[in-house]
């Protein structure tokens, strides 16, 4: 998860914590930080044709004066990230549970320690990362077992040592009153429940874009090229719309990309391609979310795309590489073998339970990539068959994905197949 020109420090745990990611940040920020204005919340954000081009007018206002200010801007980058505006299902009875018992719900973006859970009966909606996390903290002093609801197996597949004390239940389907009760999809009826804590995600939010049209319904916007560039006006950008990627590297790809099209070095498509490429993603993917949404083997190839678009940039002369610049990173077999794994790994680390810490290298819970290779290698004397020996190779590992791990039987060569 990190950038490409700045690794963790040495001994971080394979699945950092949120204090560890924080101060990772902050180092990585150190020399922008006098670029950076704090403690301003941006109220506004609008076009405005001002000395015969369009500019952008950003007001903001000062938390600690309290004051407000107009700037001007040839271009904006909208990089306030995706959860602030916490999601909650809309669920039958949800309102009026919460009109009765006003601090029974709470979303993940609140919680703050499992104190308040002590010896109650919990339900946790949602069981990806967050969920996972303030799960495995309510568990250890909440009544057991704990509920965990699940519409799907989402992000994270949890393994036995993350269910202890917990159990898997089926989606919300009801809210009652009555008994302080909650209905589940397969009828079941858990009465005197104390805490719902939802683990549920976020959605898009744009106050300050109240200008635009599109950016308010909190599933995002499509009417953008390489979901980076806003097609009316493409002085306007985005970074991590897409979700289920690799955050770090996603971004740093996007943003090589806009560096390159501000600077004048690369160009952008006319209006009619970008639109286009609109119109095929969104007949691939449909509207809202799902047009942002990538995972695996998506979201490298995009990476990808976005290196070549930056090798196509103009070279300038006194930048490094060659006068291209800095590049974003180019996912090589090692690293799309490892993000193909990724729910697998997460699984592997949080099933050490306590112990999960004191994991940090892939090694540690059994990835070996160069082991993986050399056992799932084409030998040599077959690699000049080609494409039939090749497919061949790859039915055997689909048949060891579902079946178990076993080496192929690749038959002694005959003089056919040697000559």
Not at 85 to 96: M, N
Not at 309 to 323: D, F, V, Y
Request: charged fraction near 25%.
């Amino acid at each position: 998860m990190q950038y490409s020109d700045s690794p963790f420090p040495k001994d971080t745990p394979l699945l950092p914590d949120w204090q560890t990611v924080l101060q990772y940040l902050k180092d990585y920020a150190k020399d922008t930080e006098h670029l950076i204005s704090f403690q301003q919340q941006v109220l506004d954000v609008r076009p405005e044709p001002l000395d015969g081009s369009e500019k952008w007018i950003l007001t903001s206002l000062d938390l600690r004066s309290k004051t407000e200010t107009r700037e001007v801007y040839d271009a904006v980058v909208v990089a306030n990230g995706r959860y602030d505006q916490p999601y909650v299902p809309d669920i039958a009875g949800l309102d009026t549970w919460n009109a009765v018992y006003p601090t029974a719900t709470l979303h993940s973006k609140f919680y703050r320690n499992p104190k308040p859970f002590t010896d109650k009966k919990v339900v946790i909606v949602g069981y990806s990362s967050s969920g996972t996390d303030i799960g495995a903290q309510i568990e250890s002093v909440s009544q057991s077992p704990m509920l965990v609801s699940q519409k799907s197996a989402g992000n994270v597949s949890p393994g036995a040592a993350i269910l202890a004390g917990k159990e898997l239940v089926p989606e919300i389907e009801e809210f009652l009153v009555e008994d302080r009760a909650i209905r589940f999809s397969n009828g079941r009826l858990e009465k005197h429940v104390d805490f719902v804590v939802f683990c549920t995600g976020y959605s898009y939010s744009y106050p300050f874009l109240s200008s635009l049209p599109a950016f308010s319904d909190g599933f995002g916007n499509q009417d953008v090229w390489q979901h980076v560039f806003y097609i009316p006006r493409p002085t306007l950008t985005f970074v991590l719309l897409p979700l289920r990627v690799n955050a770090f590297p996603f971004s740093e790809s996007q943003s090589a990309v806009i560096a390159r099209i501000w600077s004048n070095r690369l160009a952008l498509p006319d209006k009619t391609r970008m639109e286009k490429w609109q119109g095929e993603r969104y007949a691939k993917r449909g509207s809202g979310k799902s047009f942002h949404k990538f995972g695996y083997p998506a979201d490298v190839d995009y990476m990808d795309e976005m290196l070549d678009l930056c090798m196509q940039a103009t070279r300038k002369e006194g930048l490094i590489n060659s006068g291209l610049g800095k590049l974003p990173p180019r996912w090589g077999e090692k690293e799309r073998w490892t993000r193909q794994r990724i729910h697998e790994i997460k699984t592997a680390v949080q099933d050490r339970g306590n112990d999960r810490h004191n994991v940090k290298t892939l090694e540690d819970i059994g990835f070996d990539f160069d082991e993986w290779k050399r056992e799932h290698e084409i030998p040599i004397e077959f690699q000049h068959m080609g494409p039939i020996v090749t497919q061949a190779r790859l039915a055997s590992l689909q048949i060891q994905s579902l079946f178990g791990r076993f080496r192929f039987p690749w038959p002694k060569p005959s003089a056919e197949t040697k000559g």
